[in-house]
């Protein structure tokens, strides 16, 4: 309600005449809204803000968020068949046999290391692990070892795959959510060429006795795309399960649209062939503070197949910049493209290291500059647009209202309890006071209504924007 307009619109006044007249309140409801797309500069701050406040409601469109674009249904995230590996009770027609796991962690470290093979994914999936076990310095930003993954996490899938080599079917990591980020799509203009977004898999490790903790991993892949015309494609593929009820008809359906991106030799061109862009953590289990880190496939490591390497994280500072000139300097030079969303913290600035090898977080951190709090970026909307962009902005109170966990861990059962910033929430003051409205879901869902009403060539004149969270 927060963003519909003080005044009577005509269409609202003849519902109101409806209603007197003894016309349903349900005529009145589906008149109050505002069923249009939205002006050229709403369509652009769609792709551009997080704030919702003044976007259109689109209400009109038939996407449905929670079976096209954020996917938590219980019927979905415990498929038997798909998120485990049995025994299952089948019917008279059993699925193929790339059904069984299809949603499990194990598959996803397959999808990333381009193969089966038991003892290539022990080793793959343990370098990986071990990453945490020592100090590393990235981008010059000095990572802190978490020591007890060993505890938490190697020990404990080792023990359960009866030996020294991880068994896959023993992953613990329990399926949260299922997601498109069809709204990071790029155009032509995007220096990395076109894409139609991130398909991403959301997981929760359990502990030893299948206990929920408080470590997610959430795998992120490109949607590959050479073209507009593929980028339309995949938004009617992900826009078409809408149509198809909760069961197995709709898992069906689901699982034929990740296997397009998220199986081994997905994508043959990227490292190991597979479409993963990035797989991120975000944890408090292994030690103090809450911490945020990157893992890409870097084509120039050594290895076979290609590890999984710890990198700088996206959009993000070294944690020892807050509150100093460099960010300020930074941000009050970039404020036209940072309130455009179309901008990259690099990874120097100034001659110096800039972008963080990994994001400690804290409740109530809000990127600034030099205090006094709030007075050397000279915009505090740019102030807020890149602060909320950065990992740990993103995964605040201060910034978006949430405490540090997006999706939230769950049992077996129920569905996870999403973020007010995905939503919807009111009224949240911003770190120099501003206040935001947020419902990314939303936005999102008012997004894919507008991509599904486009044509080639408005696709490829969209904004190019640089938003990653």
Not at 140 to 160: E, F, H, T, Y
Not at 279 to 298: C, D, G, M, T, Y
């Amino acid at each position: 309600m927060s963003r519909l307009r003080s005044h009577l619109s005509p269409r609202i006044v003849l519902a109101l005449l409806v209603v007197v007249l003894g016309g349903s309140l349900i005529a009145l409801s589906a008149s109050v809204t505002r069923p249009e797309l939205g002006t050229p500069e709403q369509q652009a701050a769609v792709r551009t803000s997080r704030d919702v406040t003044t976007l259109p409601l689109q209400s009109a469109c038939t996407v449905v968020p929670a079976k096209e674009l954020f996917v938590t249904d219980v019927s979905v995230v415990d498929d038997c068949l798909r998120t485990t590996w049995g025994p299952c009770v089948i019917g008279s027609n059993p699925p193929a046999p790339a059904t069984q796991g299809a949603w499990t962690f194990g598959t996803r470290i397959a999808s990333l290391a381009g193969t089966t093979d038991r003892a290539t994914l022990s080793t793959f999936t343990l370098n990986w692990l071990h990453s945490w076990s020592t100090d590393q310095t990235i981008n010059g930003d000095l990572v802190p070892k978490r020591q007890n993954i060993q505890s938490v996490v190697i020990d404990p899938w080792l023990a359960a795959s009866g030996g020294s080599t991880l068994d896959m079917k023993k992953a613990p990591f329990r399926l949260l959510a299922i997601v498109a980020r069809l709204d990071l799509r790029q155009n032509a203009g995007y220096s990395g060429g076109t894409t139609a977004g991130e398909g991403r898999f959301v997981y929760d490790l359990l502990d030893a006795n299948g206990n929920l903790t408080q470590f997610l991993a959430i795998f992120e892949y490109g949607l590959d795309a050479a073209d507009c015309s593929a980028v339309l494609a995949w938004a009617n593929l992900w826009h078409g399960l809408g149509s198809h009820a909760f069961g197995p008809d709709y898992n069906a359906a689901l699982q034929a649209v990740t296997d397009r991106f998220a199986t081994i030799g997905a994508s043959p061109r990227k490292p190991n062939g597979s479409a993963i862009n990035q797989v991120r953590s975000n944890e408090i289990q292994l030690a103090s503070p809450w911490e945020l880190r990157e893992f890409k496939l870097i084509s120039n490591v050594a290895g076979s197949p290609t590890p999984l390497t710890e990198n700088t994280v996206a959009q993000t500072l070294a944690f020892s910049l807050q509150q100093t000139a460099a960010i300020s300097t930074f941000v009050n030079a970039n404020a036209a493209a940072i309130l455009a969303n179309n901008y990259v913290v690099p990874l120097t600035w100034n001659g110096a290291p800039f972008r963080g090898g990994a994001a400690p977080n804290q409740l109530q951190l809000g990127w600034d500059g030099p205090t006094p709090v709030c007075t050397s970026i000279t915009d505090p909307n740019v102030r807020f647009s890149f602060s909320v962009n950065t990992c740990s902005g993103c995964h605040g109170t201060t910034e978006t209202g949430t405490v540090f966990k997006q999706v939230q861990p769950r049992n077996a059962g129920t569905a996870s309890q999403l973020s007010g910033f995905l939503t919807g929430i009111n009224g949240v003051s911003d770190f120099c006071g501003i206040q935001h409205n947020f419902n990314d879901i939303d936005r999102r869902r008012v997004d894919l209504c507008q991509l599904l009403a486009k044509s080639c060539t408005q696709v490829n004149s969209e904004p190019v924007i640089t938003f990653v969270h």
